[in-house]
């Protein structure tokens, strides 16, 4: 991609298990190419071949196509490695090889119309209970205020920052109406489900800012719901964390 | 039955051409009523491409006709966008496409393919149409509810269809019509093909065009329900306080919405999806017998693999009924759902590129006529094909994962239907036109049609795949905010430019279709096309009742350049003895 991060093919893979989803939709679309191309070949030559003109006479039974039948069989097989060898065993990884949450950063990510909450636990690395009768314009979280574990908690709306070499897990839930995280440079979309709350991790391979996407239709403002994205060195993330937690500072208040 | 009345007791004006129960009456009116609404559902995309294209700025001229709420100073408001996507979808799907190519092709050819008099069931026939009429003026009518139309996309996920204006209820009163006006015709269409086929007309003698919609109305019979069922219990949600799709807990814009609760959201999106996938086979399906039909036609021999097709075409009306999941990978779904559903998207791909396969051999060793519907049938084959591979890596979850609910779905399922199934219906509106009115289409003006809407239709969305592997999401009301969308704003622009070409396309069309209805040169043969099923054997256009005599069916479908004939094609009702009692028409 070079120094452009976005253009008219894939943008730019941060995720370190990107490089295969790009490989699979690669190789998807040189398979893809091949067939139409071959096929299309096929096509136009008949096209030319028995147009209608001076003696081309139709014939009623003019061929027992054995090559269609490889080509058939052919598809089969590749449709069966793509599904085998490629994207059953990523798709597997992904959602089942979860990073321990002891080697991980763990932020909760609630969405609402139009807007990402994204919540860390702060020092004591203990979210704070949340529940729906909290949620107010000061307390977007919903944090309990009796509850000691959410006094350092870290509410940063719209940004997502993270380091970069290091798993990040991400418990995912939404307040309203179904939401869909997606970031693009890291490959990824999940749906955000009213009344559940789903686990997703990733890992960035480099440093950069990027774009958290709604990618499911929310409401009208569903365009404009957009996360900033801060893959940062450890150095700057905890510049950064230690920042938010200034802001905090001890009281229990969000923004 | 009172239609052997006929003869001495002509109905007046209201029976015979509006509360007709005459399958070709009512075939006319289902094509007509869904030609507008397919007019009209893409004009409501035209006006969201201007948006897309130029965020922000008036639309010219027409802008601040749709009122201060929608477009203050000509410019949209996101709201109007979002309606003019959930009703562009809904009425292309429901009321553009199915209608014309089940309603309107199915009704008027099936029951002359098969050579019955009428429709097993003529009221409950009519009584569809209107179900369907009523249900597209209650579509219509939600426009001008408060709050507007229906805004949640043509999919009405739950929880954000239960909290939208007061359209939505509308869209759902209006879908239940809709669905019934589908379940009638369904089933009536089974009861016509398997009950009133001629004499000698066997089931593998059927013209795969009436497989096509035999298997269709499977589909449409089985499927439907659900989403009815679904529908109900949305509206239920909506306005008797239920909460089958709400969950306990639910806050929006920092208000708790004060319902019972219990609820599951993808609840919705499986009774929606086990519908909505079948139906993509119901927009499919039809069209493909289409474009069998002109092919066999126009290339003047059998259709190669015959069976084979039709045994395809039923397995893929089963496989339809258990890929319905794979819209839904990215809900959290579990390794094991998900081997299950991508394993039978694969399976699924099999037997249509088995369909396409048999239809591009047969192009071998034919003598190809290139009329204008075999132009249309032609292009078909390609486009759909390009619909069809462009399925494969969203139906692989691990390519979904960068994929889902980007513009790749858009460009993906618009491939197969706009250049796909639009194109087969315009072929077999060229093809069947003057069966229908005794009357050619120009020739000439139908080729520009063909030309302009095929390099247009591409460069609408040939730039969406591009534009989804970019990583662009679906439904924003302006994608330039984002870095990876403002990237490929240009072809943004460029595909919008191509859709409003597209709709200048289509006047050549306009003008054909309404001057060949009076002006044009009369057939001079009820067989102008020299074609060998049954449709072609009546009076034209087809009298009540069709045939003047029960006509006999004594081969397959598809006898042309049977060695041995001088003519080339034997049509299936003439006895063996007899030679072709057509007369040749001068020109072809």
Redesign the interface.
């Known amino acids: 991609m070079g120094e452009t991060a976005y253009g008219w093919w894939l943008p730019m893979n941060v995720a370190t298990y990107g490089g295969e989803v790009d490989y699979l939709i690669n190789v998807i679309h040189w398979i893809m190419g091949i067939l139409f191309v071959g096929w299309g070949i096929f096509f136009f030559y008949c096209l030319i071949r028995f147009r209608r003109r001076e003696g081309q006479k139709a014939v009623y039974q003019p061929i027992h196509a054995k090559p269609a039948k490889y080509v058939e069989i052919g598809v089969i097989i590749a449709e069966a490695i793509l599904l085998l060898s490629f994207s059953m065993p990523v798709w597997a990884r992904f959602k089942h090889e979860f990073p321990a949450e002891k080697d991980a950063l763990v932020v909760r990510v609630v969405a609402e119309q139009f807007a990402w909450n994204v919540h860390y636990s702060g020092k004591d690395g203990r979210f704070g209970r949340t529940a729906p009768q909290f949620i107010s314009s000061s307390n977007l979280l919903g944090l309990d205020p009796d509850d000691p574990d959410g006094k350092d908690d870290i509410n940063a709306v719209n940004q997502l920052h993270f380091p970069v070499n290091k798993p990040v897990i991400v418990h995912l839930s939404t307040k309203d109406v179904i939401h869909s995280f997606k970031i693009p440079v890291m490959r990824l979309t999940q749906d955000a489900i009213p009344g559940t709350e789903i686990k997703i991790w990733f890992e960035a391979s480099r440093t950069g800012q990027f774009d958290l996407a709604c990618a499911q239709l929310c409401g009208l403002g569903h365009y404009r719901m957009r996360g900033a994205v801060s893959v940062d060195t450890p150095e700057a993330f905890a510049k950064w964390m230690e920042e938010r937690q200034s802001e905090v500072s001890g009281t229990g208040t969000e923004y | 039955m009172h239609e052997q009345h006929h003869e001495h007791h002509e109905p007046g004006f209201w029976r015979k051409y509006i509360f007709s129960v005459d399958h070709k009456v009512i075939g006319i009116q289902y094509s007509l009523t869904s030609l507008l609404f397919l007019f009209f559902g893409f004009s409501l995309m035209m006006m969201m491409r201007w948006q897309l294209a130029y965020p922000g700025q008036p639309l010219p001229w027409i802008g601040r006709l749709f009122g201060e709420a929608n477009m203050p100073e000509g410019v949209m408001?996101?709201?109007f966008y979002?309606q003019l996507g959930a009703m562009h979808g809904t009425i292309m799907v429901f009321l553009g496409v199915v209608p014309l190519a089940v309603g309107g092709f199915g009704n008027y050819i099936l029951p002359l393919q098969i050579g019955a008099p009428d429709m097993a069931f003529p009221r409950i026939n009519m009584a569809s149409y209107w179900f369907l009429f009523v249900g597209g003026v209650v579509m219509l009518a939600s426009f001008f509810l408060p709050g507007g139309a229906a805004?949640?996309?043509w999919t009405s996920?739950a929880?954000?269809a239960n909290?939208a204006p007061t359209g939505q209820t509308a869209w759902l009163i209006g879908m239940i019509f809709l669905i019934t006006s589908s379940l009638l015709g369904s089933i009536n269409f089974i009861v016509t093909t398997v009950q009133l086929r001629v004499r000698g007309l066997s089931f593998f003698k059927l013209p795969f065009f009436v497989w096509a919609q035999f298997v269709t109305s499977f589909l449409l019979l089985l499927a439907f329900p659900p989403l009815e069922a679904a529908g109900v219990l949305q509206l239920m949600d909506r306005v008797a306080g239920t909460s089958f799709f709400?969950?306990?807990?639910?806050?929006?814009?920092?208000q708790?919405?004060e319902v019972s609760g219990g609820g599951?959201?993808?609840l919705w999106q499986h009774l929606f999806w086990f519908l909505a996938h079948p139906e993509v086979y119901v927009l499919i399906l039809p069209a493909l017998g289409i474009v069998a039909e002109v092919i066999a036609n126009n290339?003047?021999?059998?259709l190669?693999g015959y069976r084979t097709m039709v045994y395809s075409l039923i397995f893929l009306g089963f496989m339809s009924f258990i890929v319905w999941a794979h819209h839904m990978f990215?809900?959290?779904m579990?390794?094991a759902m998900?081997?299950f559903f991508?394993?039978t998207t694969?399976i699924i791909?099999?037997p249509s590129?088995?369909i396409l396969?048999c239809l591009?051999?047969s192009?071998?060793?034919?003598?190809?006529?290139?009329t204008v519907p075999m132009h249309f049938a032609?292009a078909f084959?390609?486009m759909f094909?390009?619909g069809g591979?462009?399925g494969?890596?969203l139906g692989?979850?691990?390519?979904?994962?960068?994929?889902?609910?980007?513009y790749y779905v858009i460009g993906h399922f618009h491939y197969v239907v706009a250049p796909g199934t639009i194109f087969a219906l315009f072929a077999g509106i060229y093809y069947w036109f003057p069966k229908v009115t005794g009357r050619m289409m120009n020739e000439k003006l139908g080729k520009l049609h063909f030309w302009l809407s095929l390099i247009f239709m591409n460069g609408v969305f040939t730039p969406m795949l591009?534009i989804g592997?970019?990583?662009v999401?679906r439904?924003?009301?302006?994608?330039t905010?984002?870095?990876?969308g403002?990237?490929?704003q240009d072809?943004t622009v460029f595909s919008s430019w191509s859709a409003w070409l597209l709709a200048v396309a289509q006047i050549p069309f306009i003008i054909n279709f309404l001057m060949s209805m009076r002006k044009r040169e009369k057939v001079r043969s009820d067989n102008p096309w020299e074609a060998t099923t049954l449709e072609w054997a009546t009076p034209t256009p087809p009298p009540h009742g069709n045939f003047p005599t029960a006509p006999q069916v004594y081969r397959g479908p598809y006898e042309?350049?049977?060695?041995g004939r001088s003519a080339?094609f034997w049509p299936q009702h003439l006895p063996e003895e007899a030679e072709s009692t057509q007369p040749r028409p001068a020109t072809t």
């Open positions: 408001v996101p709201e979002n805004q949640s996309g996920y929880p954000l909290i709400l969950p306990s807990g639910l806050v929006v814009t920092g708790p919405l599951n959201p993808l290339t003047r021999k059998p190669w990215m809900t959290g579990g390794t998900s081997t991508q394993a694969m791909s099999v590129v088995i396969t591009a051999i192009l071998w060793g034919g003598s190809i006529r290139f032609l084959i390609p094909a390009i591979l462009t494969l890596p692989l979850t691990a390519s979904d994962l960068h994929l889902h609910d980007t591009l592997v970019a990583g999401s439904r924003l009301y302006d994608q905010g984002y870095a990876h403002a990237a490929v072809l042309y350049s049977v060695p080339d």
